[in-house]
Every structure is written in C-alpha cells, then in structure tokens.
C-alpha cells in the first residue's frame, strides 16, 4: 500500500492525524504510529518526527521559536569547576562519586555558598551532564582543543596482519618498508630508501626517495611494479604517516592491491623485509647521511646493479619451522636458496615468467654486477655526511660496463683482502685530531720573579705567591688566580725534577753500600733489623724530604 500512496497524499493524513496524536494518551500514540507506518510505510522514526513537526509558516510570518528553560546556570557551572579543580581534575563519572565529600569542605572553606536548591541540583547533576558542562573548561585547561591526526582514521581502516597471518601466499604479497639514510641526525630532509620484499620467495627492490611524502611513495611502488617478475597482489605496511595516509591507501586499493599493516611496535610483523633492510640496504649504504638529488641518482643506480646481484646470485636462509621447549626456542631453515630459485621452483609462477627469468639469468655475469656496485660505491663514499652543496665540486658518475673493466676487477678479488674495507659507504672518515695551543696568561710576565721568590724560598706555596702579587699589582691579581698559580707551580717543580733526573744519579746519600757475605742475609751477625714497616716509613720520609730538596735546587738552579 505504500507504494500507492502520494507524497501529497501521506501530508494529508499527516496532517488529519497530528492534533489527535498531540492530545493522545500514550497507548493511543502507539495505535495512531501503527496506523500511519501501515498506511504510509515510513518507518516509525521517521512518523514520529513527521508528527512532532510544528505547521509551516506562510510569508511574511514570524516563526516562534520555543525557548528551552535552562537548568544548570552560571552558579552551577562554577560550583562544577570548584569541585572539578578540588578533585584533582578526574573524569565525571569519579567527580559525581566524589561530590557528597567535596561540596562540604568547600563550604566549610568558603569557597562556595550555595543556596538549597542549588545545593540540591548539584548533589543530582548526572555524570554526563558534569562532562558536558565542563567541556570548554577542560579544553582551556589543556590549551585548546587538541586537533586529531588525519592518518589516525585511516589506519583504524586497515586491517592488521601479523607474521603468523601470511600462511604461505603466492609469490605478489610484499612487506614495504622504509630506511632513513639520515646519518646520526634526523633533521632537515635526507634520502629515504623504499624496500619492498616478496614474501614468498624473497625477490627484493630498493628505491631511493628524496623525501617522505605519499606522492614519492606511490611513484616508488609503480615502478616497483615494473621491476618484479610478477604482478603485485597486497602489500603490508607499517604504521608510518608515510604510508597511512589519503594518498598512498586511496591508490593501492585503486589498484586492486590488498593492503595491510602491522601491529604497532612489532617489527616481528615484518621480519622478512626487517631482514633486507640490514642484509641489503645498509650493506651496501652504511649509516652515514646522504642527500641531493645527485646523491639519489647515484644510489638509483647502485641499487640497478644490486637487485640483479642480491636477486639472481645471492642465497638467503628462509624459516622453516619454528617451535618451543620451555625457555628455549629452536628454528629450523631451509637450504639457502637464491629468489631466482625460490621463484623457479614455486608452482604459481607460470611459465612464461620462469622462462623470461632464464633468459635473464644467462645474460648475467656476477662479477661484473659486483664491479659495478664497488664502483658506485667509491663514489657514494665520497658523499657520505657531506651536504647537496658541498658535492658540486666531485667529479660526475660514469659506468664502467666493459669486460676490461670487470676483468680487472676479478684480479683484485682475494688479493686486497688486508686492506681494509672495500665498501666506500662503510669506511669511516679520519679527522685530524685538533692540536692544543697554549693560551697566554697573565702570569707569563711574572715567570721570571716567581722563580727568583723560589730561590729565596723554596717552601712557598701558591697562596702566598698569590699574597705576593696581589700586594704589587692589585688591580690584576686576586683570590682567584690561585688555581692557575698553583697549576704554574706545579710545572715549574716537574720540570726541574725532569732535568735533575736526567743529569746523573741521585748523590751517595740515597745508595747503600751492599753488605759482604751471602745475598740472603744468612751471615749477618749484627743487632736486629726494624721491623719492615719502620723501614717503609723511614724511606718515604728520605724521598718526602729529597723531593723538597730536588724542587728547592731546581728552583734556585739558573735557566740554560
């Protein structure tokens, strides 16, 4: 019957039926909607407001708004915000607890007086209408309305995969993941390297970004796209903004690719492309900082030559198994095995990419691809920590490609194994060590008559040094010059310790004359020796005194 009924038609039993719903009891109501949803086929909800509906007004009319009669006044709010700041500042639900204690001792303090019925109304407030009164109180109290990162709802879309949520997938599901290339500070813009690895046979492909935005981002995995045997099927992300943002979520779901994402603060999740970003990337580029879009040309294609050598040539272990014993964790692998392998022996790779894989497989010369990286990396090596404008000076790129070139290069293999490190990226850079230049001080005028008070005295201290100066020139000397005389004092004893030592040895006064007869001692018929630590005391107190002497003479000695 709905579908019979007019639009002008269903106004015209709304409007036959609203004073009778209006003056109705409440039983009576239900059996006027019943009526109305059965003879319109609206929903109930939708009756009602159509009922509730006040008359539309004609031109020229006014329309009498009907004020809502506030309960909770200024008074109350305030009262609220007492009680909210004597609470500790906790939530409306523990606040409406909390009241019946509070509102006391802040009377008894003075800090509200309120009448009964204001008394009343705040002992009844609801804990939703606590929270909603004092929501600009709150936001002011916390500086202002915190604003919500965009990339937050769109990574509650994306559903999450952990590392035991693959179970085997065809070979087009990658794990994408980003190295910063930022040295041992992140600030400013550097380049950032996208990897992306499949997971089920490892085939691996770096890309260098300049920076992280999501435009670079979905450029990187389209040319990715063109890079793997096969076509992309998902990808799983982190939870980088990079990533969980309206540009690069938008597009893979445009192209039909499935995309997850790991847990937060669990690089388990992504321990296969975890794995190449060490085994891969930061073997090839190290840690220092690299920027500039030469830089990243450079790094284009040194990972040209690296996806074929890493790819094609170099095995990698694959979990097996993985299991417990109590405390202990055993993991078993399989044989390690190239991507090319994995990918020739998966039965979902058709045939037409295995051959193509063939074919490329046999073009290829190891030796010459691994040229090829040792080349780019001298040249990347001159640039690590270096700035864009500081690499304008080095000299540009160039291939080596030739069979000369690699046959060279094999001759060196083994031999230069001693050298050092053959990758450029991971050498570190020497700095000449800053040599200390001594500082003039104000004591350097003074030297000469410091050495001849010495002469004089040899038990002056630095303090009375200090006296002496201060006492001439006031203006320049202090309490505090004490240090550096002390310092000057010190130096001056050494040095002419040093030079005593040097011109012969000590007088007869410190030599003892060996005894005759046996070494031991066994014929020695005199009194008895002092016991050993009357001995030791004795012979500090003859160096103790000897060293007073030695600063004494070294002092009153002539220079030269």
Not at 119 to 140: C, E, G, P, W, Y
């Amino acid at each position: 019957m709905a579908g019979k009924i007019s639009m002008g038609a269903r106004r015209e039993v709304v409007s036959a039926v609203k004073e009778r719903y209006r003056s109705a009891k409440r039983a009576e109501k239900g059996r006027i909607l019943d009526e109305l949803c059965a003879t319109t086929g609206w929903h109930r909800k939708h009756a009602v407001r159509a009922l509730r509906q006040r008359e539309t007004i004609g031109p020229g009319e006014v329309e009498t708004t009907r004020k809502q009669r506030r309960r909770y006044g200024a008074t109350i709010k305030d009262a609220l915000t007492a009680l909210w700041e004597a609470s500790d500042r906790v939530c409306g639900k523990r606040l409406k607890v909390m009241i019946p204690t509070l509102l006391p001792a802040l009377e008894q303090h003075g800090r509200l007086q309120l009448g009964q019925s204001d008394r009343d109304r705040v002992l009844a407030i609801s804990a939703a209408t606590i929270d909603r009164l004092l929501v600009d109180v709150k936001i002011a109290a916390s500086g202002g309305r915190r604003r919500r990162r965009f990339y937050s709802a769109i990574r509650r879309e994306v559903p999450i995969r952990t590392f035991n949520d693959w179970n085997s997938p065809v070979p087009g599901f990658c794990e994408v993941d980003m190295v910063a290339h930022g040295g041992t500070s992140v600030a400013g813009s550097f380049i950032q390297t996208l990897t992306m690895v499949d997971v089920a046979t490892g085939w691996t492909e770096c890309l260098p970004l300049l920076t992280r935005e999501g435009s670079l981002v979905v450029e990187a995995i389209n040319r990715a796209q063109s890079l793997f045997p096969w076509l992309l099927c998902g990808v799983d992300f982190d939870n980088d903004s990079a990533f969980m943002n309206d540009v690069v979520v938008p597009w893979c779901r445009e192209q039909k690719l499935e995309v997850t994402r790991s847990r937060a603060y669990k690089k388990n999740d992504q321990a296969f492309v975890e794995q190449k970003n060490g085994a891969v990337v930061r073997r090839l580029m190290g840690y220092g900082r690299f920027d500039g879009v030469e830089t990243a040309r450079m790094m284009g294609r040194l990972y040209a030559a690296a996806r074929l050598y890493v790819n094609f040539f170099q095995p990698s272990f694959k979990l097996k198994e993985k299991r417990r014993e109590g405390a202990k964790v055993i993991k078993r692998y399989h044989l390690p095995s190239t991507p090319y392998e994995r990918a020739l022996a998966h039965p979902k790779v058709t045939a037409a990419v295995k051959k193509r894989l063939r074919d490329q497989y046999r073009s290829l010369d190891p030796v010459a691809l691994l040229a090829e990286i040792r080349a780019t990396q001298e040249e990347l090596g001159n640039r690590v920590d270096r700035r864009a404008g500081q690499a304008r000076g080095l000299q540009p790129a160039h291939t080596s490609t030739l069979p000369a070139t690699a046959a060279t290069f094999a001759k060196t293999l083994g031999k230069t194994a001693t050298v050092g490190e053959p990758r450029a990226t991971h050498r570190r850079t020497r700095r000449p060590y800053k040599t200390r230049v001594r500082m003039p001080s104000k004591l350097d005028p003074h030297i000469a008559a410091i050495e001849a008070w010495l002469a004089e005295q040899p038990q002056l201290t630095a303090l009375a040094i200090v006296g002496r100066l201060r006492e001439k020139y006031p203006e320049e000397f202090g309490k505090r010059q004490h240090s550096i005389v002390q310092r000057l004092l010190r130096a001056l004893r050494r040095r002419a310790a040093e030079r005593l030592v040097a011109q012969g040895p000590l007088d007869d006064a410190m030599t003892a004359a060996p005894l005759p007869g046996v070494v031991d001692g066994s014929g020695y018929v005199g009194p008895d020796p002092p016991t050993a630590p009357l001995v030791e005391q004795a012979g500090k107190a003859i160096w103790r005194d000897r060293l007073i002497d030695i600063g004494s003479s070294s002092a009153m000695a002539p220079s030269g």
